[in-house]
């Protein structure tokens, strides 16, 4: 039988859910046993697809073309779990199908209310992620604090699931805050003991609470939280600050988290056949532990310039901040990561912020604001001989740049940002141009790319035909497919079926590479993406040869 945990949150929000539930399905992962994750968000949207990164952060998107919550990129990066639409399910959607039931007469005419409809829809979704994947566990982190009102439909169907899943099968964990007060030199448990306290209101008791603290929590901490809190003082998991979200699962283990789950969850026996049937394997906690090494002791150091115009939040582009973290893991290299506004570009110029970087990124994004100045970063990169990476808006930019400084087409652009143009070097498909509902219409997920041999992109990735994940709505225009040629430029990736140009690069340059997909979604600490790993080492040379990295 599938087991279930259910991580919630309490005293304040960011503690960490995403990143906790994560290294807990690393952690059983490495036991030998198979796991998928599930966010619950009590937002009203359906999904964030058309949300505000200022409001939302990332929109990270999965193999099935789901938009869905920035955490599902973690649970990606910390286990073997491949995420699609049923692993991320919000208020709206939730709403959203009972409403239609409703419409349709599927409750023969009842009232349809919150308890059972609503919990009843949310437990069904439970149910579906664990058939769709077959689990030895699901675990399914709930948005939101303890006590906000939005997240209480949630909190009630997972009160339920554990009677009707039963007792042994089901677990739930904490995670609330522990916090130190700087004028007494004291941690508090107060906050925590409140935070429990709501949670037993609604009828849920903790099995194991993990206390996020800025200092070690002593025996007799941990034994006072234990008793007013109805926790076994064991089960009152330290989850101390730490350098990096990569040590996570390490600092859980040290703790005996995994052992706890195993127990409390009777999963003994089924790791034990697993190991059986499985025989000798490497167990993917020798690998985190290689990855860790490097990441703390790193031979050489590169500082990349991010160009974005979301760059206020650390949140709006974390896939693609973890995306260089690897590709500089991968290549024995610490990345300074330098946010640049593409707008001060616009304001003072390229040099004056990119002189003395060692490679240039600009990632993906919606809207005219700060084009020009990511535009301008892209001509300083090419000019300089500095390594470029584009991504999404950055390949559309980057076919701008080319096309007005290389082909002569001065006022070419896109006609996202100016429809009258006369050189429409990106534009929207036909199929775009009739959609009026924004959410959910883009050109998503995984789509097949073929890849021209010899190129950049082909020999990073080794291989010919690949799969990469998408979210835009305008593409290269083909009409200008030969002037970008004898300028020197390369379509060396292009989707077969309709031949969509996927990625471009330049050959007249050490390292320029844009592609129209999103690399970031499918690079793991522990193996970067081949195009990422590539851009980093790029990057590295560049700093060689201008004789800042001895030899």
Request: glycine share 8%; proline share 4%.
């Amino acid at each position: 039988m599938t087991k279930y945990i259910f991580v919630t949150g309490g005293v304040v929000s960011s503690l960490g859910k995403g990143i906790a539930s994560a290294s807990i399905g690393m952690l059983l992962e490495n036991d030998g046993l198979k796991v998928t994750l599930q966010k619950f968000d009590p937002y009203i949207n359906v999904d964030p697809g058309t949300m505000s990164p200022f409001q939302h952060g990332e929109v990270y998107v999965t193999e099935d073309g789901a938009e869905t919550d920035l955490d599902l990129g973690h649970y990606e990066r910390f286990t073997g779990a491949t995420m699609s639409k049923a692993n991320n399910v919000t208020t709206g959607r939730i709403y959203e199908s009972v409403i239609r039931k409703e419409r349709r007469g599927d409750y023969l005419g009842r009232t349809v209310q919150v308890v059972p409809h609503i919990t009843n829809e949310i437990k069904e979704r439970i149910r579906e992620v664990a058939k769709r994947t077959r689990v030895d566990v699901v675990i399914t982190e709930i948005g939101g604090t303890v006590g906000d009102i939005e997240s209480l439909p949630f909190l009630e169907a997972i009160r339920q699931f554990r009677q009707d899943a039963g007792r042994e099968n089901v677990l739930f964990i904490h995670l609330t805050l522990v916090p130190y007060i700087e004028a007494a030199g004291e941690l508090k448990t107060k906050p925590t003991q409140h935070s429990v306290g709501k949670l037993r209101e609604i009828g849920i008791q903790p099995d194991i609470l993990m206390c996020r603290t800025v200092k070690p929590l002593a025996r007799e901490m941990r034994d006072k939280i234990g008793l007013f809190c109805n926790v076994d003082p064991e089960a009152v998991i330290q989850a101390k600050d730490v350098s990096s979200i990569y040590e996570c699962p390490l600092a859980y283990r040290n703790e005996g988290l995994d052992k706890l789950i195993v127990r409390m969850l009777g999963l003994r026996e089924k790791i034990r056949a697993r190991k059986r049937s499985a025989g000798r394997r490497e167990r993917p906690m020798k690998r985190w532990l290689e990855m860790l090494r490097r990441l703390r002791e790193p031979q050489h150091t590169a500082t990349i310039a991010v160009i974005g115009k979301y760059i206020e939040l650390q949140d709006a582009y974390k896939s693609l901040y973890e995306a260089i973290t690897h590709g500089g893991i991968a290549n024995n290299c610490r990345v300074e990561i330098k946010r640049i506004d593409a707008e001060h570009i616009e304001q003072h110029g390229a040099e004056k912020y990119l002189k003395h970087v060692n490679g240039v990124l600009v990632p993906g994004g919606f809207g005219t604001r700060g084009v020009e100045g990511k535009i301008a970063a892209i001509r300083f990169a090419r000019e300089s001989g500095t390594p470029f990476f584009g991504i999404c808006l950055g390949m559309q930019c980057a076919v701008i740049e080319l096309s007005r400084n290389l082909c002569g087409m001065q006022k070419a652009n896109s006609t996202e940002f100016d429809q009258a143009t006369p050189h429409p070097v990106i534009s929207l498909l036909s199929e775009q141009k009739k959609v009026v509902n924004k959410g959910g219409t883009m050109r998503l997920g995984a789509w097949e790319c073929h890849l021209a041999k010899g190129t950049r992109a082909h020999k990073a990735y080794g291989k010919v035909r690949i799969f990469e994940r998408h979210r835009h709505r305008y593409e290269f225009n083909n009409e200008f497919k030969d002037a970008l040629k004898a300028a020197g430029c390369t379509i060396s990736g292009v989707h077969p079926e309709n031949n969509l140009a996927e990625i471009v690069e330049y050959a007249a340059h050490p390292w320029f590479v844009a592609t129209q997909f999103h690399p970031e979604f499918k690079s793991k600490p522990t193996q970067a993406h081949p195009l990422f790993r590539e851009f980093i080492k790029a990057s590295l040379e560049k700093k060689r040869s201008s004789g800042e990295l001895a030899q």
